[in-house]
């Protein structure tokens, strides 16, 4: 079965912190995206990367940005984390247009 | 530009009942349709997928839906539901190709009652 690990269930931050939200998948898939999920909104893409060092925006990408260093890894980065940004982060991994594969989730509460 | 619209927001249903949770897209080309289920403080999980092929689907949990081309629309059925069907459900529509995948409509939270 495919995996996609996100390396934290809950974090807690200050106002101004630089945050890192780090996803990991195991089976090779070229796409990976990070998104955000608020009560009544659904689930929003912020970015997403369709090969290393590859990285296009999504729908809401102010205020975050990503890394991809390696095929398996793509990170989240709030520069500046703010409290609307207090938000629960999923990360997803695909290969082709066939469905994604998800992490089990960030909720990530800046205070 | 594609779109999803889950019709309802909040199903309730009573223990050992039908039900039927509503999604309908918009696209200008060919979609492959998705439901996810997401438990209480979890990721999603896929339900089941249409790509192409039967446009009856069947997944797991004893869930199934229909690819309507005519009316756009994929909504998800159960015959008999649990208490542990109790989670929020996500209709999902990309296009096939595209490496920008899925788009969401806003879910549905549907609870099943004792």
């Known amino acids: 079965d495919v995996k996609v690990t996100q390396s934290s269930r809950y974090l807690v931050k200050r106002t101004g912190e630089k945050v890192f939200l780090e996803c990991v998948q195991d089976?090779?898939?070229?796409?990976m995206f990070w998104y955000r999920q608020d009560p009544g909104l659904g689930l929003r893409l912020i970015y997403f990367?369709?090969?290393?060092?590859?990285?296009e925006k999504g729908d809401i990408p102010e205020g975050y940005s990503v890394s991809r260093e390696k095929k398996e890894r793509f990170s989240l980065i709030l520069e500046s984390a703010s409290t609307n940004q207090t938000s629960m982060y999923l990360c997803?991994?695909?290969?082709?247009?066939?469905?994604?594969?998800f992490g089990q989730g960030t909720r990530l509460t800046v205070v | 530009a594609q779109s999803v619209t889950q019709l309802d927001s909040q199903v309730p249903v009573f223990e050992e009942a039908p039900v039927e949770l509503r999604c309908n897209y918009s696209?200008?080309?060919?979609?492959?349709l998705f439901w996810y289920v997401q438990y209480p403080n979890q990721g999603l999980q896929l339900l089941l997928k249409?790509?192409?092929?039967?446009?009856l689907v069947k997944g797991i949990n004893g869930f199934e839906a229909e690819f309507n081309k005519s009316q756009t629309s994929f909504h998800l059925r159960k015959p008999s539901v649990h208490i542990s069907d109790t989670a929020e459900y996500f209709c999902?529509?990309?296009?096939?190709?595209?490496?920008?995948?899925?788009?969401f409509g806003s879910g549905t939270q549907l609870t099943v009652l004792p």
């Open positions: 997803a991994s695909t290969k082709g247009g066939r469905g994604a594969f």
């Open positions: 089976m090779d898939h070229e796409n």
């Open positions: 990367s369709y090969d290393v060092k590859m990285k």
């Open positions: 696209s200008s080309v060919s979609v492959y």
């Open positions: 249409y790509l192409s092929g039967s446009t």
């Open positions: 999902a529509v990309s296009e096939p190709g595209s490496a920008r995948q899925l788009t």
